[in-house]
């Protein structure tokens, strides 16, 4: 260096790895005098983008009852990002129903009462992330979750209205696949539930023996079954 206040450049060949680096510099003027100690600069290398090793909605829920949800974030990379941008819309454009969407805000592991996208059926997040090195995510991650806000209805029939033999057998056909239904869930005036079967979770057959002759009555009550969503009837 010939002179003062005059800044520099310093080119390093090879080029320096990702991680943390130091430069240790001193001077020494025409009259060979040394600085001591040494000018010191430690700053770090970052060249790769973060990487998300989950990002799932509900805690990775297969179904939800509510189209407000939560997105859970984790990360496998040795920079946690600092920032993130969380859309409805697969371009991560502002989707309209979340004011931080669309936009870069300070990095989270949970995102509380996200709206999705309003109806029933799949909904999608979508979600970038960079560090602060500004190295953001190229393709952004997604989780999809089903909603299903609907309650399964049902109906109750039987072959005939008039039998003349025992036992007899009735059909209970729901909306959509229910779970958690036993024989036990059914109420039967004058009769017994002897066994209730089904092959897909929508139609069951309920075997009844009647007390006696007369009208036998059948009612499923509500809150005994529910959908894979969790939808009680």
């Known amino acids: 260096f010939n002179s003062l206040n005059e800044d520099y ?6 080029s320096l790895t990702d991680g943390s680096h130091t430069i240790n510099v001193r001077a020494t003027d025409i009259a060979n005098n040394t600085s001591d100690p040494y000018a010191t600069q430690t700053f770090t290398i970052d060249t ?7 990002f799932v909605i509900n805690s990775g829920a297969t179904y939800s009852t509510n189209s407000i949800v939560n997105l859970n974030i ?7 990002p600092v920032e993130m941008m ?4 697969s371009d991560l454009s502002p989707d309209g129903l979340n004011v931080s969407s669309g936009t870069w805000v300070t990095y989270l592991t949970t995102v509380s009462n996200w709206n999705l ?10 979600a970038k992330f960079r560090d602060a090195g500004l190295n953001a995510s190229e393709s952004p991650t997604n989780d999809t979750i089903i ?6 209805t049902l109906t109750i029939t ?14 209970i056909k729901f909306s959509e696949a229910a779970t958690g239904f036993t024989k036990e869930d059914l109420e039967v005036t004058n009769g017994i539930v002897n066994w209730l079967s089904t092959t897909d979770n929508i139609t069951y057959t309920a075997n009844i023996t009647p007390s006696s002759e007369g009208e036998v009555g059948v009612t499923l009550l ?8 969790g939808n009680a009837n």
């Open 74 to 80: 984790a990360t496998s990379d040795s920079w946690t």
């Open 117 to 126: 996208v309003d109806g029933q059926g799949d909904k999608t997040v979508y």
């Open 48 to 54: 790769k983008a973060p990487t998300v090793g989950s």
């Open 222 to 229: 509500s809150d005994k079954v529910t959908d894979l969503a």
């Open 86 to 89: 969380i859309s409805n819309n």
């Open 147 to 152: 909603v299903d806000t609907i309650k399964p």
């Open 158 to 171: 039987s072959a005939s209205n008039l039998y003349n033999s025992s036992p007899i057998e009735v059909e």
């Open 9 to 14: 450049t310093l080119t390093v060949s090879p």
